[in-house]
């Protein structure tokens, strides 16, 4: 069992495609309205038909009061460790503090390299990442940033504006290399979608980020865990990922926080998006808040 105490979070993933502009702008409304705590963006900019994550982002927390927003992941081979932070940074000063910064090496070496982006893969990679972390880090935290490596040249960069609260950089990661530097350097783990990553999976993950992040001289306690849930809620038989009624919705994602120690779950709906949030938002999230806190309280 495992189960790190956090408290729990709840989030939707808007999509990004240009001809949805209308729908994605009602989701963020009504998840705004509903109650959600993270409203999340993918970022594949090659992608012709996705509007750019940041400008998304941006234009959506124009309508919106209280929701923050999740970039998941952006990339980080395309979106340059210092001029991300400095984008983080103005949204966070922009909507008095509704971002959470995830992030992620790259996952497609071809479509990065078709804008412009270098090629890295294996040891590189891992090294190019872990090294943005401290860099985004420094930089949020405002003063001077200065980093030359093989991987970065950051000759001296006098980073601001501060945020009105931290920004937390959580990492999206599937491999042991990867989230190792999530034990070391992220404030969280975001899990790839759970068609990627079965629960049965999860535990030796999350083995690995601990024994990074003690070997750190880190508490693995104070590392978010984050699970992206595409599925469905309702009688259907068929579809990718979670499927089932609320009571199923219910229980699975309990056993994620207390059993797998998940305690954010983006939901990723796959039909009929607005009537799908209005069940997750009205029913299925407050029904897991209630069980886990009981959970929580007999142990």
């Known amino acids: 069992m495992a189960d790190y105490g956090h408290p729990l979070s709840f989030g939707l993933s808007l999509d990004p495609e240009a001809d949805r502009l209308d729908d994605t702008r009602r989701l963020a409304d009504a998840a705004d309205e509903g109650g959600l705590d993270y409203l999340a963006v993918q970022d594949h900019a090659y992608q012709p038909g996705h509007l750019d994550t940041w400008t998304l982002i941006t234009h959506l927390a124009t309508r919106t009061r209280r929701v923050s927003f999740l970039t998941d992941v952006a990339d980080l081979q395309l979106r340059p460790p210092a001029m991300l932070a400095k984008a983080a940074a103005s949204l966070g000063v922009l909507t ?54 093989d991987q970065h040249t950051i000759e001296g960069y006098a980073a601001g504006p501060v945020p009105p609260a931290p920004i937390p950089l959580w990492l999206g990661a599937q491999g042991p290399k990867m989230l190792a530097v999530t034990g070391r350097a992220a404030d969280g783990w975001i899990s790839p979608l759970n068609i990627y990553v079965r629960p049965d999976e999860v535990p030796a993950k999350q083995k690995t980020i601990d024994e990074a992040a003690r070997a750190a001289g880190r508490d693995p306690a104070e590392i978010r865990r ?25 229980d699975t994602l309990t056993e994620w926080a207390v059993g797998l120690g998940f305690d954010t779950f983006v939901f990723w709906p796959v039909a009929e998006h607005l009537a799908q949030l209005e069940v997750f938002a009205g029913e299925v999230v407050p029904a897991v808040r209630e069980r886990v806190a009981g959970i929580r309280g007999r142990r």
């Open 96 to 149: 008095e503090g509704r971002v959470a910064l995830g992030v992620g090496g790259g996952a497609f070496a071809d479509a990065i390299a078709g804008m412009g982006g270098r090629r890295r893969d294996g040891g590189e990679m891992v090294a190019y990442t872990e090294q943005s972390l401290h860099i985004m880090r420094a930089a949020l935290a405002g003063g001077g940033v200065r980093l030359l490596t």
């Open 226 to 250: 984050i699970s992206n849930v595409i599925g469905v809620i309702g009688d259907v038989r068929h579809g990718p990922g979670l499927i089932g009624d609320v009571r199923v919705w219910t």
